[in-house]
């Protein structure tokens, strides 16, 4: 199957993306015979792209939500931006503002930084306001 993505891959970056197609979803169907869930992601996360940009959102979203789960499933997290961004790329495509940013929040692992001596940073910024006032027309 890797020698269809590759094909696949090339065609799309060559902008034939008829062949581009054909490849990847060969690609994908050998994949899935041979039972293997990283070449599955793998190949699913570049057809998506392909499907994409033929305007094939629906298929393109299925394909991204595939290799996202196998990716995550697989714990492989250095492949999970691409069909995440597929995503957010399919519900902008859709007008789905709220859609798009849910997507990307849920992306990435935020964390709230607390600041433990509050009374000093709330100091801080006072006198660092009081500075830039003093100089705004210097």
């Known amino acids: 199957p890797m020698t269809w993505a590759n094909i696949g891959i090339v065609a799309h970056e060559m902008d034939d993306q008829p062949l581009a197609r054909s490849s990847l979803e060969k690609a994908l169907a050998q994949a899935q015979v041979q039972d293997d869930p990283w070449i599955?992601?793998?190949?699913a996360g570049n057809l998506c792209?392909?499907?994409?940009?033929?305007?094939?959102?629906?298929?393109?979203a299925e394909m991204a939500r595939t290799s996202l789960a196998?990716?995550?499933?697989?714990g492989d997290a250095q492949y999970t931006p691409e069909p995440q961004l597929i995503l957010a790329k399919i519900?902008?495509?859709?007008g789905d503002i709220a859609q798009a940013r849910?997507?990307?929040?849920?992306?990435?692992?935020t964390r709230v930084y607390e600041p433990r001596r509050s009374a000093a940073w709330d100091g801080a910024y006072?006198?660092?306001?009081r500075n830039m006032e003093e100089?705004?027309?210097d």
């Open 126 to 129: 006072a006198r660092m306001l």
């Open 70 to 74: 196998l990716f995550t499933r697989l």
């Open 102 to 109: 849910q997507v990307v929040k849920n992306s990435v692992d």
């Open 49 to 60: 792209d392909v499907l994409r940009s033929q305007g094939e959102l629906v298929q393109a």
């Open 91 to 94: 519900a902008l495509a859709n």
């Open 135 to 137: 100089h705004a027309n």
């Open 40 to 43: 599955v992601a793998f190949v």
